[in-house]
C-alpha cells in the first residue's frame, strides 16, 4: 500500500459532489428524549466522481488514473473546490489565517491545521498535503522570509531553520491550500458510454484516508 503524490483531475473533480460525513449514534430512551454520542473525533469526506464526466475524454482520463492506482490499493490527491484553503475560496490565503502553535524557544516544528468555528465547539483539522508553493508563514504577525523554514508538502509540517525558531509565547500562524488524501471506494468501474452521451452520471466513489 502507498500514496501516490499526484492530484485527481481538477477539471473532473470541480464538477464532482461530497463533503465531509460524521457518524454520530443517537438513542431515544423512553421518555422521547435523545442521548447523542459521536463515534468519529474527525470527520471524514466522501465524494462522486462521476459528476464531473462530462464527455468520453474525461472517462479515458478516470480509467487512466484509476488503473495506475490500481483501483483502492494506493491513495491520491483530490482537490475539494468547495474547501482547498486556509480561507474562504474566493479569498487569497493570508499568513495569518490559521494558528498553528505558540513559540517556546526550542520547538522547531508546526504542524499545518485549519480551525472550523469559533464560538461553541471549534473543531481542528490537521492538514497534511498542502499545496506546494502556496503556504506563507507568519511569527507573531509578522510574515516570514520563506528561507526560514521549510515546508513538508507530503506532512504539513513546517519546520524553523536554526536561527529562526519562534520565541517564547510567539503566535505561528499560516496560510495554505491544501489537497484531500483520498483513495478510490471501489475496485470496479462500470463504464457505458451510450449512457455518457444520454447524460447519465456514472459512479465513481471517493473517501478521505488518514494516517
Same mark, same amino acid.
Given at each position: 500500500m502507498a500514496f501516490h503524490e499526484v492530484r485527481f483531475p481538477p477539471g473532473i473533480s470541480l464538477g464532482a459532489t461530497g463533503g465531509p460525513e460524521r457518524r454520530t449514534e443517537i438513542v431515544v430512551?423512553?421518555? *422521547?428524549?435523545?442521548?447523542?454520542?459521536?463515534?468519529?473525533?474527525?470527520?471524514?469526506?466522501?465524494?462522486?466522481?462521476?459528476? *464531473?464526466?462530462?464527455?468520453?475524454?474525461?472517462?479515458?482520463?478516470?480509467?487512466?488514473?484509476?488503473?495506475?492506482?490500481?483501483?483502492?490499493?494506493?491513495g491520491f490527491r483530490w482537490k475539494d473546490w468547495s474547501d482547498y484553503k486556509s480561507c474562504a475560496p474566493s479569498a487569497t490565503p493570508s499568513a495569518t489565517d490559521q494558528a498553528i502553535g505558540t513559540g517556546d524557544g526550542a520547538t522547531a516544528a508546526f504542524q499545518l491545521a485549519k480551525t472550523y468555528g469559533s464560538s461553541f465547539a471549534p473543531w481542528t483539522r490537521t492538514?497534511?498535503?498542502?499545496?506546494? *508553493?502556496?503556504?506563507?508563514?507568519?511569527? *507573531?504577525?509578522?510574515?516570514?522570509?520563506?528561507?526560514?523554514?521549510?515546508?513538508?508538502?507530503t506532512t504539513g509540517v513546517v519546520t524553523f531553520l536554526a536561527g529562526h525558531i519562534p520565541g517564547s509565547g510567539q503566535a505561528v500562524t499560516a496560510g495554505f491550500e491544501f489537497d484531500v488524501p483520498v483513495r478510490f471506494d471501489t475496485d470496479q468501474l462500470e463504464i457505458n458510454l451510450a449512457h455518457i452521451a444520454a447524460g447519465s452520471i456514472p459512479h465513481i466513489p471517493i473517501v478521505e484516508i488518514r494516517p
Open positions: 430512551v423512553g421518555s *422521547g428524549a435523545e442521548e447523542r454520542n459521536s463515534r468519529w473525533a474527525d470527520s471524514k469526506r466522501r465524494y462522486n466522481a462521476g459528476y *464531473g464526466v462530462k464527455s468520453a475524454d474525461d472517462l479515458h482520463a478516470v480509467i487512466a488514473f484509476f488503473e495506475e492506482r490500481r483501483g483502492r490499493l494506493h492538514i497534511g498535503k498542502p499545496v506546494a *508553493g502556496t503556504v506563507v508563514v507568519a511569527v *507573531g504577525g509578522v510574515t516570514a522570509n520563506p528561507a526560514d523554514y521549510v515546508v513538508g508538502t
